[in-house]
T-cell receptor
Framework: SYELPQPPSVSVSPGQTASIKCSGD??????VSWYQQKPGQSPVLVIF???QRPSGIPERFSGSNSGNTATLTISETQAVDEADYSC?????????FGGGTKLTVL | QVQLQESAPGLVKPSETLSLTCAVS??????????WGWIRQPPGKALEYIGS???????YYNPSLKSRLTITIDTSKNQLSLNLSSVTAADTALYYC???????????????WGQGTLITVSS
C-alpha cells in the first residue's frame, strides 16, 4: 500500500517561513492535499491539488509537489498556525494520509 | 454552506456492530458534484480513510475494512450511514463525516469535515 512519511515535528519562529514535507514514491504523479488540525478541532483543508487554496485560507499558505516530495509552505508564520498538518493523496481508489507533522511556533 | 453532523458518540462492545449516521445540511446529498465519506482518527494517531459513497450508491471502501464495512445513503433524509461489524479495540476512534471531492481518478480531497464523534470499543 502507498505510504506518505512526514516528519513528526517542525519548529519555526514567528514571522519566519515554515516548510512541512511529505514524501512518497513518484509523488509528483499524484495530487496532494493538506489539512490543518488544531487540538480538539476537526481537520481543515488548506491546500488541494498540490497548490490550490480553498476560499478563506490565507495567502501565506502555499503548496508544491515535485519528484518524491510535496511541500506545504507557510510564509510569515503566526502563532495561530500552530497545529498538526497532514498530507493526503488519492491512490487506487482510496485516500492515503501521512502521519502528520506538528508545527510549533516559538 | 454545507454542514455535516455525525450522530452521538457512544460505546460499542467488542464483536458488535458500530453504527453511525451523518446528517447533511445546507445542500442536497443528491448531487453529481461530490461523494460523501467517512474518515477516522484513533486517539493520538493519524487519519485513516474508511470509505465514500456517491448519491447513486457507488462506493469506495478501504480494503483493510471492506469485509466489515457498509456505507449507505438515504436521499430522503439527506444523510449517510456507516456500519462496521465485528469491532475490536482497534476501532476506537474519532469518526468524521466528510464531503469528498473527486476531480479525476487520481485527485480527491475532503472538505468540509463534521465535528467528529468518538466511538469507544470496550466491554
Amino acid at each position: 500500500s502507498y505510504e506518505l512519511p512526514q516528519p513528526p515535528s517542525v519548529s519555526v519562529s514567528p514571522g519566519q517561513t515554515a516548510s512541512i514535507k511529505c514524501s512518497g514514491d513518484e509523488l509528483k504523479d499524484k495530487y496532494v492535499s493538506w489539512y490543518q488540525q488544531k487540538p480538539g478541532q476537526s481537520p481543515v483543508l488548506v491546500i488541494f491539488q498540490n497548490s490550490q487554496r480553498p476560499s478563506g485560507i490565507p495567502e501565506r499558505f502555499s503548496g508544491s509537489n515535485s519528484g518524491n516530495t510535496a511541500t506545504l509552505t507557510i510564509s510569515e508564520t503566526q502563532a495561530v498556525d500552530e497545529a498538526d498538518y497532514s498530507c493526503q493523496v488519492w491512490d487506487s481508489g482510496i485516500a492515503v494520509f501521512g502521519g502528520g507533522t506538528k508545527l510549533t511556533v516559538l | 454552506q454545507v454542514q455535516l453532523q455525525e450522530s452521538a458518540p457512544g460505546l460499542v462492545k467488542p464483536s458488535e456492530t458500530l453504527s453511525l449516521t451523518c446528517a447533511v445540511s445546507g445542500g442536497s446529498i443528491v448531487t453529481t458534484a461530490y461523494h460523501w465519506g467517512w474518515i477516522r482518527q484513533p486517539p493520538g494517531k493519524a487519519l485513516e480513510y474508511i470509505g465514500s459513497i456517491y448519491f447513486n450508491g457507488r462506493t469506495y471502501y478501504n480494503p483493510s475494512l471492506k469485509s466489515r464495512l457498509t456505507i449507505t445513503i438515504d436521499t430522503s433524509k439527506n444523510q449517510l450511514s456507516l456500519n462496521l461489524s465485528s469491532v475490536t479495540a482497534a476501532d476506537t476512534a474519532l469518526y468524521y463525516c466528510v464531503r469528498h471531492f473527486e476531480f479525476t481518478s487520481s485527485s480527491a480531497w475532503f472538505d468540509p469535515w463534521g465535528q467528529g464523534t468518538l466511538i469507544t470499543v470496550s466491554s
